[in-house]
């Protein structure tokens, strides 16, 4: 397992760590704004730099190959160390090209978005997007070390602080309790995004190719996966937090109707989404062409949908299985 440092001092923890580690030679993987905000902080360890254009279209085949270019240029050899200085975009596509460059060389993960540093930073999936596909191509490959400084956060845009919110519920639902707690009782920031990151990293150690038990942190994505699909082709894309937050509050009826849930916990994690992420536009009226997407789901097992849902707060339930007739009726019949 990675190294979690959860620190205040990035500049010195990583040095520190590449004095320990005796790294002697590590290059810098950022996008355009990451260089900006988040570069500065690590500035003084004076390391070569990769840039690469902020946004979803990195996440090429096209930026793998320019990134490998620059690494020959650079002469990166199976030493040297490739730090991901970014949110989920640098972190997937670093970690991606570190897995397969020399067949593997060692990278560290810096998440600077609340998403990275609850979530994408964090479990070794790393991979891009093909043609309209999310994440089709990738590997499972652990980070040597991950750091977490919420330093980085003060430069963060409102959308993608606020949108992250939703997995840290996520989390918290189906897999802790106290973090739940904390979240309710607005406790300190630093301290949930520690609970956060941990849980997550708990439930990697103990399934790191997603066969059984992190399949957990799947609530709320069979739906809101369609949600985001849906309007990623329409040209309209919406950030991936606020799609979970709007799939989880379908699939909590599932979970509510289904008896895995009291109606009082159903309403403790609809009324953090709302506090947290505002109320999210329900879309019904879309919900026949969210079963469209949902058909077509890789997780999909013989023609079922498989859900992750919450049991009780801090406990979850995963690969439920739900047909898509049922789900119609559902639909039809006002429980979902
Ligand atoms: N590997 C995984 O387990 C996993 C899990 C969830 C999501 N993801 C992936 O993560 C990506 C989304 O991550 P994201 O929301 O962090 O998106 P992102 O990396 O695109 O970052 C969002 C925006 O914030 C900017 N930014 C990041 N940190 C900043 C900072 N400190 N100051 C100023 N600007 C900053 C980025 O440049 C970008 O414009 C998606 O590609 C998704 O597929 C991966």
Redesign the pocket.
Known sequence: MPELVFTKTISESLRQYCALSKITNAIVLC????QR??LPLIAELNLPVIECE???NS?SFEEVIRIIDKLIDLKADRQTVLINL???????LGGFVASIYKRGIPFINIP??L??MV??GI?G??GIDYLNY??IVGVFKQANAIFISTE??K???EE?YKS?WSEIIKTAAVANESLFELIESDGNLDEIIKQCALTKSELVERDFMDQNVRQLLNFGHTFGHAYESYFLEIDKPI??GFAVAYGMRIELKIALFINNISANEFERINKLLNEKLGVVEDGNDLFNLYLKYIASDKKNVDSNVIFSLPKSIGKGQYQYKVSIEQLKKWKIEGII
């Open positions: 996008d355009t704004n990451t905000c988040c902020a946004g979803e996440k970014g949110g989920g975009m640098v972190t997937d600077t978005s998403l990275g979530d994408a479990g999936k790393t999310k994440n980085f956060l430069t963060l845009p993608d992250a950030k991936h």
